[in-house]
């Protein structure tokens, strides 16, 4: 038994934890110190981003003394950027949640034993769904634990506890993606692998500042060797803009009509596959049709372009041989995100960009564990990518997990933002907060923060015992991070690779699987989980809920496998069903990919069949008209605000990267705001004065940084600051339920 399970079985306080505790094979088990390989080091994914880089943790005694890049890894090739290479400085801090906090009836949080805070969290959310039925309680869970973590988390709420509402942070971040891509391909399913980025001639990045937010997948792209010719399409001149070869600075939201308005030239212009299209679409001729009011004047009066810019643009695609379009927050963060999705899919099937080396219309996810979160956290849709609406797939899953389907909902989950106006309305009166701090990441903070206020019991699972939700929380229940528990995580490029244990956990803290378990125990429904015993369990419970799916993970034996193919990317479909691929066609896990060549090949892309995951294998154009902005500029706010990250040793609300002193080096300490000079010339404010910016929600006073990287008319503040999204404008993308975060009204002033 390691130090950290001892100290934690002599600190509880009752009968029913010092049982669990004892009984071998449950707490805590699977939660073992990574074995050193000869060389005295281990590898695994880092905890971060969705890139995926690969860790090298150097251990003494079972314990990590240091870090460097993995050097053989397909993914980062030896390189890491700050918030990897200080990953394992940040696990110890004095804000670490070290013992449960429980709110007593002054309204101070004082450390109580796990037996009691599980007898709370049980009591409280129980009495609670006494009174106002079982679906008054609700979870916010996380792109940013293992898959087998939020899997578990996922059943226990729904198929133990009876709750029926949960989402995760993934909805302020992925949510575009997965609608746009189950809408056009039948599955959410993006189709690249990182190789893409350096096999382009022609690549593409909309609403994505790579630099910054993906430094390593940057790095891909500068070892291109067919010096490739680089779109930015951002109203900023970002880090990434800076160094691409066309910078197409166009008006905030406007991405829409721009995308319509190129493929209206590119199919002007006779840029068309039409075999492509003819063989593996559907739609294409009303898309045309509709895309004739797109004139070049309409989008030079929309997007604030020059017909020059559009067209070359659209020549660019034109010429390119392989081009490859990736988006980020720019387009999913949108009240038209997914339409705005759509239309960067639909160039790239036009074009007959899909499928090849180099190509792809190509969703970058956010947090280390989005893909994760989208197919297996029980959320958005039933494990493994399934359909809670569907009797087979909740008979199927039922069938895997040997549970009651009656215990599976037929229904899906409100939505984030509907959970939060569930709990404005009072119909939801309980919250369990997992891996994500809401109270500052959350659109429009003022709001949020009133709504959690109105929670009758509101209980936060984190590593730090003083985030903003955490605060705000009667239970804090304390967790191991990243180093200290393990399991998987599933990247941007849809690789499976492991997270291990190589630091002992502080204080009473466990790992959220354990934390999972130990809930099961105390809410009464542990039967249901008697063979999720350790994440090891659980990714073979997790692999038979995938069978015949596109992400189907079955071809994966166990842990030691991802060790020794340094991560496999989906769809792994089991050995035996691989050599048969071709005859089998209608298996959906077989399309898109020659699984039987190279399952075992480090890169793999989707598609290369053209065969898309609808019943008929053919993609969908799909199309609608622009929006105009929800909250345009006027006399009395007439800026446009955007945000998003600000540097490459930010993460987030902070909690884990201000906790590095080497990290606090290499960003700004206090919220800024970056202005043109021209607008700060007539504001009369000068470099770093204080400025006051203030929407109808909000009033933030920030240091000026003036730049031309922001147009007039525009300002920008990093998402990283307590106070950013107090001006936020709770809007949401009427299919995905996307917030908005990236525009919204506001006015500027000297402070
Ligand atoms: N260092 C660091 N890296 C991170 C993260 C982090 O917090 N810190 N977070 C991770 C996560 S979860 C995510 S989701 C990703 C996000 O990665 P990105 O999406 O690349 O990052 P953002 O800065 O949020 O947004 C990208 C760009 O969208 C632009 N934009 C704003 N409005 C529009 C518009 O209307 N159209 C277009 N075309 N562009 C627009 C912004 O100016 C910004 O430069 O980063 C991941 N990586
Ligand atoms: N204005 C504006 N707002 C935004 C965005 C934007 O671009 N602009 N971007 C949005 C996007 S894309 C995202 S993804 C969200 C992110 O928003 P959040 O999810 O709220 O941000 P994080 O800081 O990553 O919060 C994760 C929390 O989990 C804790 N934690 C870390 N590891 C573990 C673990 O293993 N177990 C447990 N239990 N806890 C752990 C951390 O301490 C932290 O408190 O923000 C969104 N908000
Ligand atoms: S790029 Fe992302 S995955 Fe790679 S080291 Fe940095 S934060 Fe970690
Ligand atoms: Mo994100």
Redesign the pocket.
């Known amino acids: 038994m390691n130090n950290s399970f001892k100290s934690l079985l002599y600190s509880t306080d009752g009968p029913l934890t010092r049982e669990l505790l004892r009984e071998p094979g449950n707490f805590g088990l699977g939660q073992v110190p990574a074995k050193a390989k000869p060389d005295g080091t281990t590898d695994m994914v880092c905890?971060y981003c969705s890139t995926g880089c690969s860790l090298r943790i150097h251990l003494k005694d079972g314990a990590a003394t240091s870090l460097t890049p993995t050097t053989d890894y397909p993914v980062n090739l030896g390189m890491a950027c700050p918030k990897g290479w200080e990953a394992l400085t940040v696990l110890d801090s004095p804000d670490r949640a070290t013992t449960p906090l429980l709110r007593d009836e002054s309204g101070r949080s004082v450390p109580v034993g796990w037996d009691c805070a599980m007898q709370t969290f049980a009591k409280r959310f129980k009495a609670i769904q006494q009174e106002h039925g079982p679906h008054s309680v609700a979870f916010l869970g996380?792109?940013?634990?293992a898959t087998e973590e939020m899997a578990f988390l996922g059943a226990l709420a729904k198929f133990g506890m009876g709750l029926l509402h949960g989402d995760g942070?993934t909805r302020?971040?992925m949510a575009t993606s997965a609608v746009a891509y189950k809408q056009a391909f039948g599955f959410d399913a993006p189709p690249y692998t990182y190789s893409d980025f350096e096999e382009s001639d022609v690549i593409v990045l909309i609403g994505s500042n790579l630099c910054i937010a993906h430094p390593i997948m940057w790095e891909r792209v500068m070892r291109n060797p067919h010096s490739p010719e680089i779109i930015v399409v951002d109203p900023r001149m970002t880090e990434t803009a800076m160094n691409a070869t066309q910078h197409v600075a166009l008006s905030p939201k406007s991405d829409l009509t721009l995308l319509y308005g190129i493929a209206r030239i590119l199919i002007e212009n006779g840029s068309v596959d039409t075999d492509y299209v003819a063989d593996h679409t559907n739609g294409f001729a009303e898309f045309s049709e509709y895309l004739m009011p797109f004139s070049d004047e309409r989008v030079i009066a929309e997007t604030g372009l020059s017909r020059d810019q559009i067209h070359r643009f659209a020549e660019t695609i034109h010429r390119g041989k392989r081009v490859s379009f990736w988006w980020t927050?720019g387009v999913n963060?949108s009240h038209q995100g997914v339409r705005t999705a759509q239309a960067i899919i639909n160039l790239a099937l036009i074009t007959g960009n899909m499928g090849r080396p180099g190509t792809g219309a190509n969703s970058i996810t956010?947090?280390c564990n989005a893909m994760g979160s989208r197919l297996f956290s029980n959320t958005t849709n039933l494990l493994g990518g399934h359909d809670f609406t569907n009797v087979q797939h909740r008979q199927k899953i039922a069938g895997i997990l040997n549970i009651d389907p009656d215990l599976i909902p037929r229904e899906n989950s409100l939505l984030y933002h509907e959970i939060m106006e569930g709990i404005l309305s009072g119909r939801i009166r309980g919250l369990w907060v997992?891996?994500?701090?809401?109270a500052?990441?959350w659109?429009n903070q003022n709001q949020c923060r009133d709504i959690l206020e109105r929670l009758d019991f509101l209980v936060v699972?984190?590593?730090?015992a003083n985030?903003e939700t955490a605060q705000m929380a009667d239970l804090v229940l304390p967790?191991?991070?990243?180093g200290e528990k393990e399991g998987t995580l599933i990247n941007s490029e849809r690789r499976v690779s492991r997270i291990k244990k190589v630091a002992p956990a502080p204080g009473q803290a466990m790992s959220?699987f354990s934390i999972f378990k130990l809930v099961a125990h105390y809410w009464g429904c542990e039967k249901l989980f008697k063979d999720w015993n350790s994440p090891q369990d659980v990714f073979q419970i997790l692999k038979r809920c995938s069978a015949g799916q596109p992400c189907d993970l079955t071809g994966i034996d166990d842990y030691e496998f991802l060790d020794s193919h340094g991560g496999v990317q989906w769809p792994a479909p089991e050995p035996a069903s691989r050599g048969r691929q071709s005859s089998d066609a209608p298996q959906m896990k077989h399309q898109g990919t020659d699984i039987s060549r190279s399952l075992f090949s480090s890169e793999r892309r989707l598609f290369e069949d053209g065969r898309y995951y609808h019943a008929d294998g053919r993609a969908k154009f799909l199309f609608e008209d622009p929006r105009p902005l929800t909250e345009r500029p006027n006399e009395k706010f007439p800026f446009i605000l955007l945000?998003?990250?600000g540097t490459a040793s930010q993460?987030?609300?902070?909690?884990?990267t201000k906790q590095s002193a080497v990290l606090r080096k290499l960003y700004p300490a206090d919220i800024f705001v970056e202005i043109n000079p021209a607008d700060a010339r007539r504001l009369l404010i000068g470099p770093n004065d204080k400025a006051i910016v203030e929407s109808q929600r909000g009033r933030v006073l920030a240091k000026a940084v003036l730049t031309h990287a922001v147009q007039p008319g525009q300002v920008f503040i990093p998402?990283h600051y307590r106070t950013?999204?107090q001006l936020?404008d709770a809007v949401f993308d009427p299919y995905s339920g996307q917030p908005g975060?990236?525009a919204c009204a506001v006015r500027v002033f000297r402070g």
Do not use: E, F
């Not at 967790?479 to 990243?482: K, V």
């Not at 993460?651 to 884990?656: A, I």
């Open positions: 905890g996380t792109g940013q634990i942070n302020q971040c927050m963060q956010g947090q997992i891996c994500t701090n809401p500052h990441s659109i699972q984190d590593m730090y985030t967790a191991a991070g990243w959220d945000t998003g990250r993460w987030h609300t902070q909690t884990r998402m950013t999204n936020t975060y990236k």
